[in-house]
Structures are given as structure tokens and as C-alpha cells.
């Protein structure tokens, strides 16, 4: 049984198009986070959701939403996407106060 | 600002070597240090946890200390396997925000059978 699960595990768009990247944890947890990975490997915190409500907001682009329809689920929406957006995405969840996080396997976003 | 470092960055071992990775941290206030390990289309998995008042974790073949005064954590790996072949990364919360996590840019190690 996965515990974070992303998907797609690979998306191949052209620029200017919206997808979306869906995360699902099967832990119980009240926390959820989305990392973008960048060339260095260095992951780098976007958005965390507690209890389906925004709690970390990173400077990032407002083409970047994310939405939590409940406690289990944050997905990511990405509008007209760009080449700089080429990536791998993590979603990951943890219980609030703990300092475990738990990784899914990372979707790896390329735009063309 | 906190900033992790990790060396080496990449590490090649013929199977059965006991072998270190090292991390190093600038700011020694943290709550706790984490190591990780990256595996392709696998994601993250969380090996150790190592609180402030702790100096080591040990689970099966690893065994991670913990130098808050230098600043510095050690990974062992007693008696690599190839399956240890993975980036292993490590990890402190940001000071104030501890769900915000700064890591190193990783050790790549490859245990050739």
C-alpha cells in the first residue's frame, strides 16, 4: 500500500498549456506539502496545507494553485506553463508537530 | 541562514566497505537532523531522525551521529550492499519554521557488486 502517492509520475506538455498533479496520502495525516525539485537537487517548499487550509505559501508564480478538496488529497494546478517550470515535483504529508515527512515518488514535469 | 552541505558529493565502493557520508550544517541551533535517501521513481524515504539531544540513531546497517557544536552529521553504512545504492540526503528544519526543511545537495552512492 503506497502512503503518498503522486500522479502522473511523468508529464510531457507544451508551453502554455494547464495540467495538474495530483497527490493522495493514505496515512491519517492533517499536513500536506508540495516540493519542487530543482537541477541542483535541492527541494525547495511551495505550498503546505493543514487541515485543508493554506499554512505556507512560498514565493512562487501565481500560475502555480494548489487544492486540497479534503485532509487526504492537495493537488497542484499549473496554468500556461513554462520551460522553467520543468521539474520534479514532491508531494509529501506529515502529522502536525511531527518532523517526519513522508515523500511520494515525485512526478517529473518537462515542458516542451 | 542555515545551509547544508554534504560530501562527497558522489562516492563509488566495491560491495561489503563500511563507508561515511558526511553533512555539515553553519547555523548549530536546529531541532533535529534527518537523513534521507532518494531512490529513482521511488521518491524520498526517511532513514533517520536524530533529535538535538541525541548524538546518534542506529537502525540495522546505519548508524547516523550527531556534532551539533561543530555542526556536523555522519552517516555509516556498515557493510555496503548494492541495493545501498541511492543519493542519501540530509536534512535540519529552517530556525522558526520547522516544517520548512533545507537540505543538502546529496551524496550519489553507487555499490558495484
Known amino acids: 500500500d503506497t502512503a503518498v502517492s503522486q500522479t502522473p509520475k511523468y508529464l510531457v506538455t507544451q508551453m502554455g498549456n494547464d495540467k495538474s498533479i495530483k497527490c493522495e496520502q493514505n496515512?491519517?495525516?492533517?499536513?500536506m506539502y508540495w516540493y519542487k525539485q530543482d537541477s541542483k537537487k535541492f527541494l525547495k517548499i511551495m505550498f503546505s496545507?493543514?487541515?485543508?487550509?493554506?499554512?505556507i505559501n512560498e514565493t512562487v508564480p501565481n500560475r502555480f494553485s494548489p487544492k486540497s478538496p479534503d485532509k487526504a488529497h492537495l493537488n497542484l494546478h499549473i496554468n500556461s506553463l513554462e520551460l522553467g517550470d520543468s521539474a520534479v515535483y514532491f508531494c509529501?504529508?506529515?502529522?502536525?508537530?511531527?518532523?517526519?515527512?513522508?515523500f511520494g515518488q515525485g512526478t517529473r514535469l518537462t515542458v516542451v | 541562514k542555515q545551509e547544508v552541505t554534504q560530501i562527497p558529493a558522489a562516492l563509488s565502493v566495491p560491495e561489503g566497505e563500511n563507508l561515511v557520508l558526511n553533512c555539515s550544517f553553519t547555523?548549530?541551533?536546529?531541532?533535529?537532523l534527518q537523513w534521507f535517501r532518494q531512490d529513482p521513481g521511488k521518491g524520498l524515504t526517511s532513514l533517520l531522525l536524530?533529535?538535538?539531544s541525541q548524538r546518534e540513531q542506529t537502525s540495522g546497517r546505519l548508524n547516523a551521529s550527531l556534532d551539533k557544536s561543530s555542526g556536523r552529521s555522519t552517516l555509516y553504512i556498515a557493510a555496503s550492499q548494492p541495493g545501498d545504492s541511492a543519493t542519501y540526503l540530509c536534512a535540519v528544519p529552517n530556525a522558526g519554521n520547522n516544517r520548512k526543511l533545507i537540505w543538502g545537495l546529496g551524496t550519489s552512492l553507487a555499490v558495484n557488486p
Open positions: 536524530i533529535q538535538s
Open positions: 547555523d548549530s541551533a536546529i531541532y533535529n
Open positions: 496515512l491519517g495525516h492533517d499536513t
Open positions: 496545507y493543514n487541515n485543508k487550509e493554506l499554512i
Open positions: 509529501a504529508s506529515s502529522q502536525k508537530g511531527a518532523r517526519w515527512a513522508f
